[in-house]
């Protein structure tokens, strides 16, 4: 496997009559490219989870998702690159290795795949769960499912220093709100526009607010950073994972138009809901717009 991230990830700017007539410049944050197998956002949510492991107290990093998880395809796969042993919790016992791609790849990345009910799985925030998985799997670092951490965030943040400008939006899917936290953190001005990937997104708001107050300590600037937060929770094209022709459409073109592939559970949404933000006049003209590729392709590979 290529060993190599590709860190910074490069800014690319796009060329749109449209946006040009809305006089906006739009750059398109190129994570997707980080890593072939990583996918962008996992990778940023990542690195200080793992440089976390290497203080060399623990002897696993453990983690949970769903059977599709990029989140546990992106662990699977860093914890192959780093030799870091990997235990994935995933959800739902009628589960096996053999079910899908993603967990196939896992398992051939070493990790030890670990299924478990439902109704277990709602433990999963539980300190007396998490006593019984070290008490099982050893002295493991656990990390939140879809890496929603403080690390996270920071991990987050750091990409904003990539890009030689502040831009006035930057806009993000949110499945769990961190990169959206991350984003709010790593800059001062800029609004962070998150579409939630999810039908009734809304309960985000709360969850960036709780990310934050990890960093800042301070109800009062918890509301100061949200201020800069747009939710945008009406583009989920009917909850996650689903889609419709119309977004598969919509990304076919983006792809005619720019070369960039995007996929459907996240990106393409997040695009789509910033083409219809020009067209309804909420940006700002003379604007500089960031569209930040979270990633996910390897994603879409596996899910066919
Ligand atoms: C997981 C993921 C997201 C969501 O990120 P959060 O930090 O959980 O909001 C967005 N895009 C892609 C491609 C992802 O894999």
């Known amino acids: 496997m290529n060993t190599k991230l590709t860190i910074p990830s490069p800014l690319q700017k796009i060329e749109d009559p449209v946006y040009n007539k809305h006089n906006l410049e739009v750059f398109i944050k190129r994570d997707d490219l980080i890593h072939a197998e990583i996918s962008g956002n996992k990778w940023r949510k990542l690195k200080y989870n793992f440089e976390k492991f290497k203080s060399g107290k623990y002897d696993a990093v453990l983690t949970f998702g769903g059977a599709y998880s990029n989140h546990i395809a992106a662990t699977a796969s860093a914890g192959s690159m780093f030799q870091i042993p990997t235990v994935g919790i995933i959800r739902g016992n009628e589960l ?7 967990l196939a790849k896992a398992k051939a990345d070493g990790m030890n795949l670990v299924f478990i009910s439902r109704e277990i799985y ?51 899917a949110a499945g769990t709100g961190t990169t959206a936290a991350g984003l709010l953190l790593g800059t001062k001005t800029a609004n962070i526009i998150a579409i939630s990937a999810l039908k009734n997104g809304n309960f985000l708001r709360d969850e960036i607010g709780k990310t934050l107050y990890y960093s800042l300590f301070d109800d009062e600037l918890v509301a100061d950073y949200l201020k800069r937060l747009t939710l945008e929770t009406e583009y989920h094209f009917g909850g996650y994972g689903k889609y ?13 138009k720019t070369g960039i592939a995007l996929e459907q559970v996240y990106t393409a949404k997040m695009i789509y809901a910033f083409e219809q933000d020009i067209l309804a006049n909420k940006i ?15 994603g879409v590979l596996n899910n066919g």
Do not use: C
Request: glycine share 10%; net charge negative; proline share 2%.
């Open 284 to 298: 700002a003209p003379n604007s500089k717009v960031v569209l930040l590729h979270t990633g996910g392709l390897q």
């Open 96 to 102: 096996n290795e053999g079910s899908n791609a993603t």
């Open 122 to 172: 709602e433990q999963r925030y539980e300190r007396i769960y998490h006593e019984e998985l070290r008490r099982e799997f050893g002295n493991v670092l656990i990390i939140e499912e879809g890496g929603a951490n403080f690390l996270g965030a920071q991990g987050v943040a750091e990409l904003v220093q990539e890009i030689s400008f502040e831009p006035d939006y930057i806009y993000t």
């Open 244 to 256: 419709t022709d119309e977004l598969l459409n919509f990304m076919q073109s983006w792809k005619a």
